[in-house]
């Protein structure tokens, strides 16, 4: 069966620290790849996408992913986060096999603190 | 342009009780899914539709599950009857496209206690 691991479900960081959140994916084929982002008492929010092309891809607030095809990961990280970055972060997988539908991973809370 | 919605946000059922929760996705997005998070584990598909058929219910847990999407507009989620471990945070999703790569746009999620 298809999934995703975050191996971490809690990650502690102080505000203007760097942070890495893990993602692995299982699969031999084609997948594409998600970062949500679901912040207190609101939905899911695309943060960014690997589809094909650079194996880096950004969002518009800092986050950066970087698609590791050899080592099937898709690992999320930040320079310096801002208190503001408190959030879940889900990462998900489609696969062109599956049409649409997305396999996400348990999520990590990311929790900022001054 | 309105998101995703979803209603009602919060519903405490006892066991046995029906539940229907309602999604309505963005306007012309004829693709909608329905997925549940159980607490603590991660986020499942459930079920998806294009318009008004459903394309795939490889996710539903058992026949108590019913989900309909009349018209191909918005679409409901009954459970029926409902049991304990139906407790979680249900969320809805609708798409443009009808292909892996293309951007599901979420919902802020029902979440349903059963008692």
């Known amino acids: 069966a298809q999934s995703v691991t975050q191996l971490d479900s809690q990650v502690p960081v102080f505000e203007e620290a760097p942070v890495e959140l893990r993602c692995n994916y299982s699969s031999s084929v084609s997948v594409y790849l998600f970062w949500y982002v679901q912040y207190p008492n609101q939905g899911l929010q695309l943060l960014l996408k690997?589809?094909?092309?650079?194996?880096l891809v950004e969002s518009i607030n800092g986050f950066e992913a970087e698609f590791n095809k050899s080592q099937t990961s898709f690992h999320l990280r930040k320079p310096s986060v801002h208190i503001s970055d408190t959030a879940e972060y889900f990462c998900a997988v489609s696969y062109t096999g599956t049409a649409s539908k997305l396999t996400f991973g348990t999520g990590t809370r990311l929790q900022v603190t001054l | 342009e309105a998101g995703v919605t979803q209603f009602p946000s919060h519903s405490v059922i006892e066991k046995g009780q029906t539940v229907t929760l309602r999604c309505d996705p963005i306007s012309g997005h004829d693709n909608l899914y329905w997925y549940r998070r159980v607490m603590g584990k991660e986020i499942k598909f459930l079920l998806h539709?294009?318009?008004?058929?459903?394309?795939?219910e490889s996710g539903m847990p058992n026949n108590r599950f019913l989900a309909e999407r009349t018209g191909g507009t918005y679409s409901t989620l009954k459970v029926q009857p409902a049991e304990l471990e139906d407790s979680g945070v249900y969320f809805c999703a609708s798409s443009q496209v009808w292909v892996a790569k293309d951007e599901q746009y979420f919902g802020p999620g029902t979440r349903l206690t059963v008692t």
């Open positions: 539709f294009v318009k008004e058929s459903k394309q795939d």
């Open positions: 690997y589809l094909s092309g650079s194996t």
